[in-house]
């Protein structure tokens, strides 16, 4: 591997690193992406839900559409509302991007691992399964690896803050257009949901590790609320986790010439967890930036994180102005009032209220 170049090199391949791969290939870049993964897009990590606007993205990994949310106070109150958007297949939708990327002409490496970073030189040291480190040459580096960063940290940037998720995949015994959408103080530092997808539904929490260590109890006692009234079965087809971004926008997206996109740049939203979307959106728009920048315009970088900010930043510092505020609330009587989680919920008017 010693002795490679390329004009990007792109280090994760969910959807921010396929997109940003696939769109610097577009533009005739040579392009390298790499993913410690054996198999792109598994484990899936993710409740499975995308926005309409994510549609054209969505078409090989549709699986249902989702019409409303039924957001659950904890007084047993429920709110409905237009919630509308697609249940995927996620495993068959980062995948889907990543082919387009290959397609484009971006050489795709899988079980490939970046272990070291001279910035000043721009290289890096990757290694793949079985092989020896070597080292690649690029003009850009686009960060798109997570919210637990390589290259933010081998580049001293602070870790993220992240709450942690678990969930349960269960057969789904009758038809479903709804999200659901449990607030309590059951799951402190998150919510719990059930979201339909086909004759499965994805049923899991997210919560603050340091609030509640054992999310296992609280979600098997949904899962069982939920064979009780007839709503799933009682066989778990599949068990996933993992960490969610929520401390918003790093405070900065750039560094000399590697920008960061997706998770790795905290657009996920702080809030509902949210973030194929802006992963997407951000991976394209980095894979542009980089198609500038070196095509000669010298403030393609720092433009690419004006319009990163110019788009989410309003919606996540309000989302972690809520997140800063429940945290105050978990585990004290104002966290079994159904007006704390509507300030805290965006289903709710409140939640935009200055």
């Known amino acids: 591997m010693s002795g490679v170049t390329c004009d990007v090199l792109v280090v994760g391949l969910g959807p921010a690193g396929a997109a940003a791969a696939g769109a610097a290939a577009r533009a005739g870049l040579s392009v390298l992406a790499i993913d410690k993964r054996r198999q792109l897009g598994e484990p899936v990590q993710c409740a499975e839900f995308v926005p309409l606007a994510m549609g054209r993205y969505a078409k090989d990994a549709f699986v249902q559409r989702i019409i409303g949310?039924?957001?659950?106070?904890?007084?047993?109150?429920?709110?409905?509302?237009?919630f509308p958007g697609f249940m995927i297949d996620r495993g068959a939708f980062d995948r889907a991007l990543a082919a387009q990327a290959a397609q484009s002409g971006a050489r795709l490496r899988t079980q490939t691992a970046l272990k070291g970073l001279d910035t000043g030189r721009s290289e890096a040291v990757l290694r793949g399964a079985g092989q020896e480190a070597g080292t690649v040459r690029y003009r850009v580096l686009i960060a798109a690896d997570?919210?637990?960063?390589?290259?933010?940290?081998m580049i001293g940037w602070p870790a993220i803050p992240t709450v942690e998720t678990r969930q349960y995949s269960l057969p789904l015994l009758k038809p479903y257009g709804d999200t659901d959408i449990w607030l309590s103080d059951a799951y402190p530092g998150g919510y719990a949901w059930l979201f339909p997808k086909g004759d499965?539904?994805?049923v899991g929490l997210g919560a603050d590790a340091h609030l509640l260590p054992d999310m296992k109890t609280p979600l098997d006692m949904l899962?069982?609320?939920?064979?009780?009234?007839?709503?799933?079965g009682d066989k778990i087809l599949a068990r996933t986790g993992g960490a969610i971004p929520v401390g918003g926008l790093?405070?900065?997206?750039?560094?000399?010439n590697i920008l960061f996109a997706g998770d790795a740049a905290g657009l996920t939203h702080p809030i509902t967890g949210a973030g194929i979307a802006s992963a997407v959106v951000s991976g394209e728009r980095a894979g542009r930036a980089a198609t500038e920048f070196?095509?000669?315009?010298?403030?393609?970088l720092a433009?690419?994180?004006?319009?990163?900010?110019?788009a989410f930043e309003d919606s996540l510092t309000r989302a972690v102005a809520r997140r800063r505020w429940l945290m105050?609330?978990?585990?004290?009587?104002?966290?079994?009032l159904d007006a704390t989680h509507k300030r805290g919920w965006v289903a709710f008017r409140e939640y935009f209220a200055a």
Do not use: Y
């Open 200 to 202: 499965v539904a994805n």
């Open 303 to 310: 433009e690419f994180e004006e319009d990163m900010r110019d």
């Open 328 to 336: 105050a609330r978990w585990h004290t009587p104002a966290a079994l």
């Open 250 to 256: 790093r405070p900065s997206l750039v560094q000399e």
């Open 146 to 153: 997570g919210p637990h960063s390589p290259v933010a940290r």
């Open 69 to 82: 949310m039924r957001s659950i106070l904890p007084s047993g109150v429920i709110e409905q509302s237009d």
């Open 294 to 300: 070196l095509g000669g315009k010298q403030d393609a």
């Open 223 to 232: 899962c069982a609320q939920l064979i009780r009234e007839g709503v799933v």
